[in-house]
């Protein structure tokens, strides 16, 4: 059963920094892309960060650029979103799925991060 757990998130003030993980099973983790979303309360899912199935290849919404870093470590089957330089536009569910920029598999519970001071 394929399953991505994310976690992480929390209430942090603005300019501070979070990390967020995505802890899979059931699948070859090594062998696909993934990549981040996000959903602020009123708004549709957005693409935050995708990275290729090696981690060579990485790529970034407009709004987090510079900000967030994806990354990935194949032996233990986890991504991570590091979230640098917080603002109250990045308060959301943050969403990990496979592909690269576009999701292609199932949505789980996702995790929320509040930015607040």
């Known amino acids: 059963q394929v399953q991505l757990v994310e976690s992480g998130g929390g209430l942090v003030q603005p300019g501070g920094s979070l990390t967020l993980s995505c802890t899979t099973s059931g699948f070859t983790f090594s062998s696909v892309a993934m990549s981040w979303y996000r959903q602020a309360p009123g708004k549709q899912r957005e693409f935050v960060a995708g990275?290729?199935?090696?981690?060579?290849?990485?790529n970034y919404g407009d709004s987090v650029k510079g900000r967030f870093t994806i990354a990935r470590d194949n032996a233990k089957n986890t991504g991570f979103l590091q979230m640098n330089g917080l603002k109250s536009d990045d308060t959301a569910v943050y969403y990990c799925?496979?592909?690269?920029?576009?999701?292609?598999?199932?949505w789980g519970q996702g995790t929320q991060v509040i930015v607040s001071s």
């Open positions: 799925n496979t592909g690269y920029i576009r999701p292609t598999g199932s």
């Open positions: 990275i290729s199935y090696s981690g060579g290849s990485t």
